[in-house]
């Protein structure tokens, strides 16, 4: 369902790009289905946030075989760039009422938790350069960023890049 391509020769190269405009290049140009990225610049460093449906069944915490191709992707970017991401996982309210969680929290914690586990352990990301997070609903899309579609429903890779992000 994903093309998996390999990062391309200019990251290649073994240079570690530094400035949040350069870690956003990265990405832009090695992730896949970029009409459902949405790339955020704050003063933590970059959001890549993606729909939550590519990685998970709407009811399910599994993630699922196709999107594991683009985790790779994202696994290969992050040992490329060295920098410690956050993964934080999102759903618009009561998604949990078909799954066995209690809450929307729970059900988002336990999706974030499977990509970290994912990356540290297929991709080799070191642990303590992957944390992970579950909202629930509480961190929607509203009138905070120009999206496409609901992407309340969303999984972010916040790459932590303080001192290179521009005001």
């Not at 459902?36 to 599994?62: A, H, K, M, N, W």
């Not at 929607?140 to 890779?157: A, Y």
Request: a negative charge.
């Amino acid at each position: 369902m994903f093309p998996c391509t390999a990062l391309e020769n200019e990251t290649a190269t073994g240079y570690i790009q530094t400035s949040t405009d350069d870690i956003e290049t990265i990405f832009r140009n090695n992730i896949p289905l970029q009409d459902s990225v949405i790339y955020t610049q704050v003063p933590r460093g970059l959001v890549v946030s993606l729909d939550s449906l590519i990685f998970f069944e709407e009811d399910s915490d599994e993630i699922s075989e196709c999107s594991k191709c683009v985790l790779d992707i994202i696994g290969d970017i992050l040992l490329f760039i060295d920098k410690p991401c956050i993964i934080e996982s999102n759903t618009p309210k009561n998604t949990y009422q078909k799954t066995c969680y209690r809450s929307d929290w729970e059900l988002t914690m336990v999706r974030a938790e499977k990509i970290a586990d994912y990356l540290i352990k297929v991709r080799k990301i070191p642990p303590e350069k992957i944390r992970a997070a579950g909202f629930g609903a509480m961190m929607p899309f509203d009138d905070n960023v120009s999206f496409k579609g609901n992407l309340n429903r969303r999984i972010d890779f916040v790459i932590l890049n303080r001192n290179n992000t521009p005001h």
